[in-house]
């Protein structure tokens, strides 16, 4: 198994990857600032990276992942995701709080036990979050989710929720607008910056800022 380190790097140049199109270079300054670490440190580990024949190092171009790489995210991508899963299904823990958990456990937990948890969970596709596990053999569900600040006025429901801070995940669920929750956009104001939401639960009527919605990516019903 790789150090928790190295697991670290490949599961946020996957993760910055996800945001290009046609699979294109990470800047070693977006890795290093999602990681907060210096872009000197970041340098030296992707050197090290590229000697592992994890990445494709190109000198003041940027990385992407390898086949084996790729693999590597996907594991402990399945790990994080599990373990938030099992932690907010059966440990009882706040969706809000799970994130920081797993980032630890995600690197000590045997595999004999992730099976366990994923038995015992009934084999999840989705993490309390939205966001798809990826399979055993590393696969990963493509929802065809669309961000909410991109959308024009009608009917949605939030799929999936990006932004993993405590305060930004309290900040929903007061709101009550959590992953399955369905809504109708019902106006975008771009002077203001904010959209205004309906649930359809109750019929109440929220307003979220323009850079709040760029962490929801939600499904149009028809």
Sequence with gaps: MPSSTVENYLKAIWSLQGSLDG???????HVAEKLSVTPGTATTMMNQLEKKGLI?????RGVRLKEEGHKAAMQVLRRHRLIETFLVEVMKLDWAE???????????????LLKRMDVMLRHPTHDPHGSPIPSPDGKITRDGTAILADCQPG???LKRVREDQPGF??????????????????????????????LEK???VIEI?????????VVKVD
């Design 56 to 60: 494709e190092y190109r000198p003041r």
């Design 155 to 157: 009917c949605y429901i």
């Design 98 to 112: 799970v994130h920081e958990e797993a980032e630890v456990l995600e690197h000590v937990v045997s595999d004999r």
């Design 169 to 198: 995940l309290q900040w929903l669920s007061d709101l009550k607008l959590l992953p399955g929750t369905a809504f109708v956009l019902s106006s975008v104001n771009s002077m203001a910056g904010t959209l205004s939401l309906t």
């Design 209 to 217: 800022s323009n850079s709040a919605s760029r962490s929801l990516l």
């Design 202 to 204: 109750d019929e109440e």
């Design 23 to 29: 699979g294109g270079l990470v800047l070693i300054g």
